[in-house]
């Protein structure tokens, strides 16, 4: 059996040699400190890897590519998670966001954010038009009708506002099944596959809208913030990131009532995005693409996941080249969560994670890995996927000739 000193030891809670620790509680308040042990904080446990392995450095994707994922714009106005305006927040001007752009190979940002009426035309009006196969925008839907008795066609006729307005997809944040309540912030939580969203779903395979979908979180997001949580620093980061308790479902409800949505609507295209939303278990992911033939899956945010398990990643990319779409969930000054910070060095890992055969490297630009303290490894795919990845499977969503 263990003891604390030697299990804090074992998670990096402790300098010192591990064959020193004696058993005990030392830590425990009143004990005096055992010369040359010394407490460490978590938080200040920065260590520097001795490994020695080939770096490289892709400054460029090898192809051009669309990001999938990004948000360059916002809702101005949210309640308990529920965006509440069609006032938008520009995160960035074109200027800024070219400028990567052009550096990193990318052709097109797909900013999924794009709200819906009068906020919904100047996005469209800022980005999309102003700079034609550049810029993508999406629609979200107006939670400000939810409850008026006929919001399911109020949704659906919305979309196709939406759609004569330029739009190309639609977004649904994490919003619904964590957020949306039967009174908008309060009540019952609303289900991912309540019918008064049918007709929503509908208009967009009608219009040949892809929807792209956020549903449930990583797993860790739905046990206890504890020492046995292996997100423990971002939940402490983010408390409101965590979904254990209260009256929320668990990870496999919010999956399962999204899948009775898939199948309800076959005719609707699905991208879910952060890889299905269960990045730790592909075999579940590849179960539910095998199920249905409407969905797609984003990689944004989850190279994380995906990079710490090389060999089961890359077999998944060979299998389902196909429907896998390269995004990032990439915001301009998303400085609290570097994982998804709009900048060079975020494009430049993702590259390496999919280009090249390095070990052993960090999956976000961050002294301390945000998601977690490992390391990922890349999957070095070939040329014919990567195409696939990075422009034809969004291409052929958004209906963009190559
Ligand atoms: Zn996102």
């Not at 520097?48 to 192809?63: D, G, H, K, P």
Request: charged share 25%; net charge negative; with cysteine.
């Amino acid at each position: 059996m263990i003891n604390r000193r030697q299990w804090l030891y074992g998670v990096g809670l402790m300098a010192g040699a591990a064959s020193r620790a004696r058993p005990g509680f030392a830590l425990d308040a009143g004990e005096p400190e055992e010369a040359g042990h010394h407490p460490l904080d978590l938080s200040e446990f920065v260590p520097t890897s001795m490994l020695q392995v080939n770096e490289s450095r892709v400054e460029r994707a090898r192809f051009p590519l669309i990001d999938f994922h990004t948000h360059i714009t916002a809702s101005a106005k949210s309640e308990k998670g529920v965006p509440l305006a069609s006032e938008r927040r520009f995160l960035a001007a074109p200027d800024e966001l070219l400028g990567v752009m052009d550096r990193k190979n990318i052709r097109a940002m797909v900013n999924l954010t794009g709200g819906y009426e009068k906020g919904l035309d100047q996005a469209i009006s800022r980005y999309d038009r102003a700079f034609p196969g550049r810029f993508y925008t999406f629609t979200e839907p107006c939670y400000e009708h939810w409850k008026e008795p006929n919001y399911p066609q109020l949704q659906a006729q919305a979309i196709e506002q939406a759609h004569r307005q330029g739009a190309r997809g639609l977004k649904i944040l994490k919003t619904l099944g964590l957020f949306l309540r039967e009174s908008t912030t309060s009540g019952e939580l609303v289900k991912i596959d309540d019918p008064r969203f049918d007709p929503m779903w509908d208009t967009c395979g009608q219009l040949n809208m892809p929807v792209a979908i956020h549903v449930s979180d990583p797993l860790a997001f739905f046990t206890p913030t504890d020492r046995f949580n292996e997100r423990y620093e971002e939940l402490n980061n983010h408390p409101d990131w965590s979904f254990y308790g209260r009256d929320f479902p668990n990870n496999a409800e919010l999956l399962a009532s999204r899948n009775r949505v898939f199948a309800k609507h076959p005719k609707t295209q699905f991208v879910v995005l952060h890889v299905g939303n269960f990045a730790e278990n592909l075999a579940n992911v590849a179960e539910n693409l095998d199920r249905f033939p409407n969905m797609s899956v984003d990689i944004a945010a989850r190279i994380g996941e995906l990079g710490r398990q090389p060999r089961t990643a890359r077999k998944f990319f060979d299998k389902y080249q196909d429907r896998i779409l390269f995004g990032t969930d990439a915001t301009p000054h998303g400085d609290q969560t570097p994982q998804q910070v709009f900048n060079d060095q975020l494009y430049e890992i993702y590259y390496r994670f999919l280009e090249t055969e390095d070990e052993y490297f960090d999956y976000a630009p961050a002294k301390i890995p945000p998601q977690g303290r490992w390391r990922i490894y890349g999957i070095n795919l070939p040329e014919t996927v990567l195409r696939k990845v990075y422009f034809e499977n969004a291409a052929r969503q958004l209906s963009i000739a190559a």
